[in-house]
């Protein structure tokens, strides 16, 4: 089901909801994109290695060269997708950039959420803004002045190069700074001199990552910007979900329309965490039965 509508208009008030039916990523891809031009990636039979330093010291020649062929198609890939957004026209990205965000924060599932991980949108990196989103989570008063109960809010920061990422709990956009690739990120302490709260050590869980990306697809592939980041931490925070009974936390991509591919384009390893659902300018795209059965 599609509801098709021009950009130029405003996002309608009653969001669209895209159904679709969830498909296992596959390994590999095997079908040639006619806007891309890529070959097809050849069938890739490796396991995933423990890390990736390790990967050429543990995995089989053959296999090494696989994960190697997989990891040039997604730099492809990158390549040609960072150079779409680039062409983008502002206008038009910031159009997007509220059409998405404006359906997030009228979305039940993200007003009735009690704590999230979202990044913090770069714009030299032309990453769907979150900003208004953001505000929105760390804001303490309603318009009427009453107070409202904190939701809370973690934010990345890159710990190191080998794919070490936390969520810390942030309380307001001043306790950000900018890191050597000019992303805003928060300090391990806080202005008290306090360790700030690391999700993978809080007490409760969160209910949804907001996740940044290059691609998306509706079968819930997702291409990231090559650090292996995400994909280790979600591996992680899903793994602490299921040794203590929380429910899993809906993982939700924004995304503008050129980062939409066709199926079986964007390559996946084992490693790959699918999205459950997508946020485009034209609605939301639910992917997996856990989106299916909390975002409608
Ligand atoms: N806003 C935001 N914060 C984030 C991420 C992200 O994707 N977006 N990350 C997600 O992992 C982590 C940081 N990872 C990053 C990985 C690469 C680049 C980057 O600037 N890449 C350049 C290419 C650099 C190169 O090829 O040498 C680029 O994409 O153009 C930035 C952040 C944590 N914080
Ligand atoms: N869970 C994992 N276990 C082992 N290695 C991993 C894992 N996730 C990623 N890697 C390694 O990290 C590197 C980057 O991976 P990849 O290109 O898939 O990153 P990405 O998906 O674009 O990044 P991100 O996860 O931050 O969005 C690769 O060398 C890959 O083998």
Redesign the pocket.
């Known amino acids: 089901m599609t509801h098709p509508r021009t950009l130029a208009s405003p996002p309608p008030t009653t969001l669209p909801i895209h159904i679709l039916n969830y498909k296992t990523p596959h390994l590999h891809s095997s079908t040639l994109s006619p806007h891309l031009n890529l070959r097809p990636p050849p069938r890739l039979t490796y396991a995933?290695?423990?890390?990736?330093s390790a990967?050429s010291k543990t995995m089989s020649t053959e296999a090494a060269l696989d994960?190697d062929t997989l990891?040039k198609q997604?730099r492809i890939l990158?390549t040609k997708v960072k150079s779409d957004l680039k062409s983008m026209d502002p206008a038009q990205r910031a159009q997007e950039d509220i059409a998405i965000q404006k359906i997030v924060l009228e979305a039940p599932w993200y007003k009735s959420c009690k704590g999230l991980c979202a990044y913090i949108s770069c714009s030299s990196l032309r990453e769907v803004d979150t900003s208004n989103l953001l505000s929105d989570v760390l804001q303490t008063t309603n318009q009427d002045g009453h107070s409202l109960m904190g939701r809370k809010l973690y934010v990345p920061r890159v710990e190191d190069k080998n794919?070490h990422?936390r969520m810390l709990k942030i309380s307001s956009v001043d306790d950000l700074i900018a890191n050597s690739m000019n992303i805003l990120e928060p300090n391990p302490v806080d202005a008290d001199g306090n360790e700030r709260e690391d999700v993978m050590l809080a007490n409760d869980p969160v209910d949804m990552f907001i996740l940044?990306?290059?691609a998306f697809d509706k079968s819930g592939r997702?291409?990231?910007?090559?650090?292996?980041?995400?994909?280790?931490l979600?591996?992680n925070y899903q793994n602490l979900a299921k040794e203590r009974g929380w429910k899993q936390p809906l993982l939700i991509a924004l995304s503008y329309s050129v980062q939409i591919l066709d199926e079986n384009v964007i390559p996946v390893?084992p490693?790959?965490?699918p999205i459950d659902a997508l946020v485009s300018p034209s609605g939301l795209i639910l992917i997996r039965q856990t989106a299916f059965e909390r975002c409608q």
């Open positions: 995933p290695p423990p890390s990736s990967a994960h990891l997604k990158r794919r990422m940044p990306g290059l997702r291409l990231g910007r090559g650090g292996g980041y995400y994909d280790t979600l591996m390893a490693y790959d965490i």
